[in-house]
């Protein structure tokens, strides 16, 4: 679980749309799911991350993110 708490992200799963993150946003990432989460080019992001023990989870994340991947990502908030 990533519960934003400042500034302003992006969290996104493989194969889906980049999300914005606010103070306020939750976000239930299930186990075993690629994803990557991080700060907006233009600000920085605080969050609180939870991670719950179970049989067979992991922790997965996606290939690092291109500056042209990223520089997309502001185009894309509502």
């Not at 299930?30 to 991670?51: C, I, Q, R, T, Y």
């Not at 023990?53 to 993110?65: A, F, I, K, R």
């Amino acid at each position: 679980m990533l519960v934003g708490v400042a500034g302003r992200g992006w969290y996104q799963e493989e194969g889906r749309p980049a999300q914005q993150t606010l103070p306020g946003t939750i976000i239930h990432i299930p186990a075993n799911v690629k994803h990557w989460h991080g700060a907006a080019a233009d600000s920085w992001f605080a969050h609180l991350a939870f991670e719950i023990p179970g049989d067979n989870t992991s922790n997965e994340w996606l290939d690092p993110v291109t500056d042209a991947e990223y520089n997309t990502l502001d185009s894309t908030k509502p």
